[in-house]
Protein backbone atom coordinates (compact mmCIF):
# COMPACT_ATOMS: atom_id res chain seq x y z
CA UNK A 1 0.00 0.00 0.00
CA UNK A 2 2.96 2.55 1.17
CA UNK A 3 4.65 1.48 -2.17
CA UNK A 4 1.18 2.02 -4.37
CA UNK A 5 0.92 5.53 -2.51
CA UNK A 6 4.63 6.95 -3.27
CA UNK A 7 4.66 5.83 -7.04
CA UNK A 8 1.19 7.62 -7.10
CA UNK A 9 2.85 10.87 -4.86
CA UNK A 10 5.49 10.83 -7.49
CA UNK A 11 3.11 10.57 -10.79
CA UNK A 12 1.76 13.56 -9.27
CA UNK A 13 4.71 15.82 -8.85
CA UNK A 14 6.44 14.22 -12.16
CA UNK A 15 3.48 15.98 -13.37
CA UNK A 16 3.96 19.48 -11.96
CA UNK A 17 0.34 19.70 -10.47
CA UNK A 18 0.62 20.90 -6.99
CA UNK A 19 -1.68 19.34 -4.48
CA UNK A 20 -4.34 21.95 -4.24
CA UNK A 21 -4.42 20.76 -0.11
CA UNK A 22 -1.18 22.19 0.08
CA UNK A 23 -1.90 25.64 -0.72
CA UNK A 24 -4.50 26.19 1.79
CA UNK A 25 -1.72 26.41 4.35
CA UNK A 26 -0.71 29.59 2.46
CA UNK A 27 1.68 28.93 -0.14
CA UNK A 28 0.87 29.69 -3.83
CA UNK A 29 -0.56 27.61 -6.18
CA UNK A 30 2.74 26.39 -7.38
CA UNK A 31 4.06 25.75 -11.17
CA UNK A 32 5.45 23.46 -13.40
CA UNK A 33 8.65 21.87 -12.22
CA UNK A 34 10.29 22.23 -15.33
CA UNK A 35 10.28 25.77 -14.61
CA UNK A 36 13.20 28.61 -15.19
CA UNK A 37 14.69 29.56 -11.70
CA UNK A 38 16.60 32.82 -11.61
CA UNK A 39 19.47 32.92 -9.49
CA UNK A 40 20.54 36.92 -9.42
CA UNK A 41 24.30 36.68 -7.69
CA UNK A 42 26.44 39.81 -6.72
CA UNK A 43 30.38 40.23 -7.65
CA UNK A 44 32.80 37.77 -6.87
CA UNK A 45 33.75 39.35 -3.64
CA UNK A 46 34.30 36.48 -1.76
CA UNK A 47 34.71 32.14 -2.42
CA UNK A 48 31.24 31.69 -1.15
CA UNK A 49 29.64 33.32 -4.27
CA UNK A 50 31.50 31.49 -6.50
CA UNK A 51 30.78 28.30 -4.94
CA UNK A 52 27.20 28.99 -4.30
CA UNK A 53 27.32 29.55 -8.42
CA UNK A 54 28.26 25.54 -9.08
CA UNK A 55 25.61 24.33 -6.37
CA UNK A 56 22.82 26.56 -7.52
CA UNK A 57 23.20 25.24 -11.32
CA UNK A 58 23.33 21.31 -10.37
CA UNK A 59 20.75 21.39 -7.62
CA UNK A 60 18.60 23.34 -9.12
CA UNK A 61 18.76 20.96 -12.82
CA UNK A 62 19.10 18.03 -10.28
CA UNK A 63 15.72 19.12 -9.03
CA UNK A 64 14.27 18.89 -12.71
CA UNK A 65 13.92 22.98 -12.93
CA UNK A 66 16.00 24.93 -15.56
CA UNK A 67 18.98 27.26 -14.02
CA UNK A 68 19.58 30.96 -15.13
CA UNK A 69 22.57 32.07 -12.89
CA UNK A 70 24.16 35.07 -12.94
CA UNK A 71 27.14 37.32 -11.73
CA UNK A 72 26.87 41.18 -11.65
CA UNK A 73 30.78 41.62 -12.55
CA UNK A 74 29.61 44.82 -14.03
CA UNK A 75 27.95 46.37 -10.61
CA UNK A 76 24.41 47.49 -9.94
CA UNK A 77 22.72 47.83 -13.17
CA UNK A 78 24.39 44.75 -14.35
CA UNK A 79 22.58 42.72 -11.67
CA UNK A 80 19.33 45.49 -12.46
CA UNK A 81 19.17 44.20 -16.29
CA UNK A 82 20.11 40.42 -15.06
CA UNK A 83 16.87 40.54 -13.19
CA UNK A 84 14.53 42.17 -15.57
CA UNK A 85 15.50 39.71 -18.18
CA UNK A 86 14.84 36.72 -15.92
CA UNK A 87 11.11 37.83 -15.52
CA UNK A 88 10.97 38.26 -19.16
CA UNK A 89 12.25 34.84 -19.93
CA UNK A 90 9.23 33.63 -17.04
CA UNK A 91 11.42 32.95 -14.15
CA UNK A 92 8.81 31.47 -11.27
CA UNK A 93 11.36 32.01 -8.68
CA UNK A 94 14.14 34.53 -8.63
CA UNK A 95 16.87 34.16 -5.76
CA UNK A 96 18.80 37.28 -5.41
CA UNK A 97 22.04 37.92 -3.64
CA UNK A 98 22.20 41.72 -3.89
CA UNK A 99 25.05 43.62 -4.64
CA UNK A 100 23.08 46.71 -3.18
CA UNK A 101 19.54 45.94 -0.74
CA UNK A 102 18.36 49.17 -1.71
CA UNK A 103 18.64 49.53 -5.30
CA UNK A 104 16.39 46.35 -6.80
CA UNK A 105 13.07 47.46 -5.87
CA UNK A 106 11.80 48.67 -9.13
CA UNK A 107 12.92 45.03 -10.99
CA UNK A 108 11.73 43.21 -7.92
CA UNK A 109 8.46 44.56 -8.08
CA UNK A 110 8.05 43.59 -11.70
CA UNK A 111 9.13 40.44 -10.95
CA UNK A 112 6.28 40.77 -8.08
CA UNK A 113 3.75 41.53 -11.07
CA UNK A 114 4.75 38.89 -13.78
CA UNK A 115 3.57 36.43 -10.57
CA UNK A 116 7.39 35.30 -9.27
CA UNK A 117 8.34 34.70 -5.65
CA UNK A 118 11.08 36.46 -4.81
CA UNK A 119 13.66 34.82 -2.32
CA UNK A 120 16.71 37.28 -1.02
CA UNK A 121 19.64 35.23 -0.51
CA UNK A 122 22.17 35.95 2.15
CA UNK A 123 21.88 39.80 2.21
CA UNK A 124 18.21 41.16 2.78
CA UNK A 125 17.26 43.10 0.05
CA UNK A 126 15.75 46.79 1.93
CA UNK A 127 12.97 49.13 1.26
CA UNK A 128 10.75 47.58 -1.00
CA UNK A 129 7.62 44.86 -0.23
CA UNK A 130 8.76 42.63 -3.20
CA UNK A 131 10.55 40.12 -1.10
CA UNK A 132 8.79 36.95 0.62
CA UNK A 133 11.81 34.99 1.77
CA UNK A 134 14.81 35.46 3.23
CA UNK A 135 17.77 32.19 3.26
CA UNK A 136 20.88 33.41 5.35
CA UNK A 137 23.26 32.36 8.05
CA UNK A 138 22.49 34.04 11.08
CA UNK A 139 24.34 37.08 10.73
CA UNK A 140 23.94 39.25 13.76
CA UNK A 141 25.60 35.83 15.45
CA UNK A 142 28.34 35.65 13.20
CA UNK A 143 28.89 39.37 13.91
CA UNK A 144 28.57 37.86 18.56
CA UNK A 145 31.44 35.27 17.13
CA UNK A 146 33.67 37.41 15.33
CA UNK A 147 33.90 40.06 18.71
CA UNK A 148 33.92 37.39 21.39
CA UNK A 149 36.79 35.78 19.07
CA UNK A 150 38.60 38.92 18.98
CA UNK A 151 38.66 39.15 23.19
CA UNK A 152 39.42 35.17 23.61
CA UNK A 153 42.25 35.38 21.13
CA UNK A 154 44.09 38.46 22.99
CA UNK A 155 43.73 37.01 26.40
CA UNK A 156 45.06 33.69 25.15
CA UNK A 157 48.70 35.78 24.14
CA UNK A 158 48.09 38.15 26.97
CA UNK A 159 45.54 37.51 29.97
CA UNK A 160 45.22 40.83 31.17
CA UNK A 161 44.30 44.15 29.28
CA UNK A 162 44.19 47.22 28.46
CA UNK A 163 44.14 45.25 24.70
CA UNK A 164 45.11 48.25 21.72
CA UNK A 165 42.88 46.96 18.53
CA UNK A 166 41.35 48.75 15.58
CA UNK A 167 38.48 47.94 13.62
CA UNK A 168 37.23 46.86 10.30
CA UNK A 169 33.19 46.39 8.40
CA UNK A 170 31.92 45.43 5.05
CA UNK A 171 31.16 47.23 2.29
CA UNK A 172 28.12 49.81 3.26
CA UNK A 173 26.03 49.05 0.50
CA UNK A 174 25.64 45.16 1.39
CA UNK A 175 22.66 45.01 4.19
CA UNK A 176 24.67 42.31 5.91
CA UNK A 177 28.21 44.68 6.90
CA UNK A 178 25.69 46.82 9.27
CA UNK A 179 24.47 43.47 11.15
CA UNK A 180 27.90 42.27 11.38
CA UNK A 181 29.06 45.01 13.05
CA UNK A 182 26.17 45.09 15.17
CA UNK A 183 26.48 41.74 16.60
CA UNK A 184 30.26 42.27 16.86
CA UNK A 185 30.08 45.78 18.62
CA UNK A 186 27.23 44.41 21.42
CA UNK A 187 30.24 42.39 22.50
CA UNK A 188 33.19 44.94 22.05
CA UNK A 189 31.29 48.17 22.73
CA UNK A 190 31.24 47.37 26.63
CA UNK A 191 34.69 46.90 26.51
CA UNK A 192 35.61 49.61 24.90
CA UNK A 193 33.69 51.43 27.74
CA UNK A 194 35.26 49.54 30.32
CA UNK A 195 38.38 50.06 29.12
CA UNK A 196 39.67 46.94 28.19
CA UNK A 197 39.86 47.83 25.09
CA UNK A 198 41.65 50.90 23.30
CA UNK A 199 40.80 51.71 19.67
CA UNK A 200 44.19 54.04 19.08
CA UNK A 201 43.18 55.78 15.84
CA UNK A 202 39.77 56.64 17.77
CA UNK A 203 38.00 55.56 14.85
CA UNK A 204 35.40 53.80 16.12
CA UNK A 205 31.90 54.23 14.20
CA UNK A 206 30.27 52.14 11.34
CA UNK A 207 31.23 54.76 9.02
CA UNK A 208 34.79 54.95 9.65
CA UNK A 209 35.30 51.24 9.57
CA UNK A 210 33.83 50.51 6.52
CA UNK A 211 35.57 48.80 2.96
CA UNK A 212 33.68 49.87 -0.26
CA UNK A 213 33.23 47.09 -2.09
CA UNK A 214 34.45 44.49 0.68
CA UNK A 215 37.35 45.19 -2.19
CA UNK A 216 40.89 43.55 -0.61
CA UNK A 217 42.75 46.26 -1.54
CA UNK A 218 40.87 48.95 0.52
CA UNK A 219 41.09 47.37 3.92
CA UNK A 220 44.98 47.25 3.28
CA UNK A 221 45.00 50.56 2.18
CA UNK A 222 43.06 51.38 4.97
CA UNK A 223 45.39 49.13 7.41
CA UNK A 224 48.74 50.66 5.93
CA UNK A 225 47.56 54.39 7.07
CA UNK A 226 46.14 52.81 10.74
CA UNK A 227 49.39 51.58 11.01
CA UNK A 228 51.77 54.42 10.09
CA UNK A 229 49.85 57.23 11.78
CA UNK A 230 49.13 55.23 15.28
CA UNK A 231 51.39 52.25 15.64
CA UNK A 232 54.86 53.47 15.42
CA UNK A 233 55.54 52.45 19.01
CA UNK A 234 52.45 50.76 20.35
CA UNK A 235 51.63 47.02 20.13
CA UNK A 236 48.73 46.67 18.11
CA UNK A 237 47.09 43.47 19.36
CA UNK A 238 43.89 42.77 17.63
CA UNK A 239 41.50 43.82 14.88
CA UNK A 240 38.40 42.77 14.06
CA UNK A 241 37.93 41.97 10.23
CA UNK A 242 34.44 40.82 8.93
CA UNK A 243 35.58 38.52 6.54
CA UNK A 244 38.63 36.28 5.19
CA UNK A 245 39.06 38.46 2.40
CA UNK A 246 40.18 41.55 4.50
CA UNK A 247 41.76 39.82 7.40
CA UNK A 248 43.78 37.92 4.96
CA UNK A 249 44.69 41.67 3.52
CA UNK A 250 45.20 43.72 7.24
CA UNK A 251 47.75 40.88 7.58
CA UNK A 252 49.52 41.50 4.57
CA UNK A 253 49.38 45.10 5.46
CA UNK A 254 50.59 44.54 9.21
CA UNK A 255 53.48 42.20 7.61
CA UNK A 256 54.55 44.55 5.08
CA UNK A 257 54.92 47.30 7.89
CA UNK A 258 57.48 44.44 9.65
CA UNK A 259 55.03 44.29 12.84
CA UNK A 260 54.18 41.15 14.52
CA UNK A 261 50.98 39.55 13.25
CA UNK A 262 47.90 40.74 15.75
CA UNK A 263 44.69 38.62 16.12
CA UNK A 264 42.39 38.98 13.10
CA UNK A 265 39.23 37.38 12.94
CA UNK A 266 37.80 36.06 9.74
CA UNK A 267 34.55 34.73 8.23
CA UNK A 268 33.83 32.19 5.36
CA UNK A 269 36.20 29.71 5.78
CA UNK A 270 38.19 30.88 2.70
CA UNK A 271 41.00 28.00 1.56
CA UNK A 272 44.03 30.19 2.12
CA UNK A 273 42.71 31.98 5.33
CA UNK A 274 41.99 27.97 5.98
CA UNK A 275 45.58 27.47 6.07
CA UNK A 276 46.88 30.95 7.49
CA UNK A 277 44.93 29.55 10.60
CA UNK A 278 46.28 26.30 10.54
CA UNK A 279 49.95 28.12 10.35
CA UNK A 280 49.05 29.94 12.97
CA UNK A 281 48.25 33.65 11.46
CA UNK A 282 44.79 34.84 11.02
CA UNK A 283 43.13 33.56 14.31
CA UNK A 284 39.52 32.85 13.57
CA UNK A 285 37.08 32.52 10.79
CA UNK A 286 33.75 31.45 10.50
CA UNK A 287 32.13 28.58 9.31
CA UNK A 288 29.11 29.19 6.93
CA UNK A 289 28.88 26.06 4.46
CA UNK A 290 27.60 26.90 1.18
CA UNK A 291 26.08 23.96 0.58
CA UNK A 292 23.42 23.61 3.25
CA UNK A 293 22.48 27.58 2.55
CA UNK A 294 22.01 27.13 -1.21
CA UNK A 295 20.53 23.77 -0.37
CA UNK A 296 18.16 25.33 2.00
CA UNK A 297 17.26 28.24 -0.69
CA UNK A 298 16.40 25.11 -3.09
CA UNK A 299 14.30 23.86 -0.76
CA UNK A 300 12.13 26.60 -0.66
CA UNK A 301 12.20 26.63 -4.26
CA UNK A 302 11.04 23.21 -4.49
CA UNK A 303 8.13 23.79 -1.84
CA UNK A 304 6.92 26.62 -3.59
CA UNK A 305 6.75 24.70 -6.90
CA UNK A 306 4.79 22.10 -4.74
CA UNK A 307 2.13 24.82 -3.91
CA UNK A 308 3.71 24.68 -0.41
CA UNK A 309 4.94 26.98 2.28
CA UNK A 310 8.42 27.26 2.37
CA UNK A 311 9.99 26.51 5.84
CA UNK A 312 10.97 29.43 7.65
CA UNK A 313 12.25 29.60 11.41
CA UNK A 314 12.38 33.16 12.34
CA UNK A 315 9.42 35.92 11.48
CA UNK A 316 10.61 38.57 13.34
CA UNK A 317 14.64 40.10 12.99
CA UNK A 318 14.38 41.09 9.46
CA UNK A 319 12.58 43.93 8.87
CA UNK A 320 13.97 45.17 5.54
CA UNK A 321 12.16 48.89 5.98
CA UNK A 322 8.74 48.53 4.31
CA UNK A 323 8.06 44.55 6.06
CA UNK A 324 9.24 41.60 8.23
CA UNK A 325 10.62 39.41 5.79
CA UNK A 326 9.51 35.94 6.99
CA UNK A 327 13.45 34.36 7.59
CA UNK A 328 14.68 30.75 7.89
CA UNK A 329 18.55 31.61 9.52
CA UNK A 330 20.85 28.51 9.33
CA UNK A 331 23.49 28.43 12.70
CA UNK A 332 26.94 29.64 11.93
CA UNK A 333 30.41 28.09 13.44
CA UNK A 334 33.43 30.09 14.46
CA UNK A 335 36.63 28.30 13.92
CA UNK A 336 40.05 28.91 15.18
CA UNK A 337 43.07 26.05 14.67
CA UNK A 338 41.72 24.58 18.17
CA UNK A 339 38.40 23.05 16.75
CA UNK A 340 39.37 23.31 12.77
CA UNK A 341 39.34 19.69 12.21
CA UNK A 342 36.14 18.78 13.93
CA UNK A 343 34.24 21.72 12.48
CA UNK A 344 35.50 21.03 8.91
CA UNK A 345 35.25 17.18 9.00
CA UNK A 346 32.82 16.80 6.24
CA UNK A 347 34.04 19.07 4.18
CA UNK A 348 36.12 17.56 1.45
CA UNK A 349 38.39 20.55 0.48
CA UNK A 350 38.82 21.94 3.77
CA UNK A 351 39.34 18.67 6.00
CA UNK A 352 42.72 17.99 3.83
CA UNK A 353 43.67 21.30 5.51
CA UNK A 354 43.19 20.63 8.56
CA UNK A 355 45.00 17.20 9.35
C1 LIG B 1 28.44 37.55 2.98
C2 LIG B 1 29.82 37.18 3.46
C3 LIG B 1 30.89 37.66 2.49
C4 LIG B 1 30.66 39.10 2.07
C5 LIG B 1 31.59 39.54 0.96
C6 LIG B 1 28.42 39.02 2.71
O1 LIG B 1 27.17 39.47 2.36
O2 LIG B 1 27.48 37.20 3.96
O3 LIG B 1 29.89 35.79 3.63
O4 LIG B 1 32.15 37.56 3.05
O5 LIG B 1 29.34 39.29 1.66
O6 LIG B 1 31.41 38.78 -0.20
Not at 1 to 14: D, F, R, T, Y
Not at 70 to 86: K, P, Y
Not at 169 to 184: C, E, L, T
Not at 332 to 353: E, F, G, Q, R, W
Amino acid sequence: MAAVAAIAALALSACGRSDSSSSASGGTSGFAQNSLIGVALPQKTSENWVLAEGLFNDGLKNAGFKADVEFANGGVSDQQNQISSMVTKGAKVIVVGAIDGSQLGTQLKQAKDAGATVIAYDRLVKNTDAVDYYVAYDNFKVGVLQGQALLDGMKAKKPTGPYNVELFAGSPDDANAKVFWDGAMSILQPKIDDGTLKVVSGQKSFDQAVTQGWKAENAQKRMDTLLAASYNSTTLDGVLSPNDTLARAIITSVKGAGKPVPVVTGQDSEVESVKSIMAGEQYSTINKDTRNLVSQAIDMVKKLQAGQKPDVNDDKSYNNGNKVVPAYLLPPVIVTKANAKDAYANDPTLSKLTQ
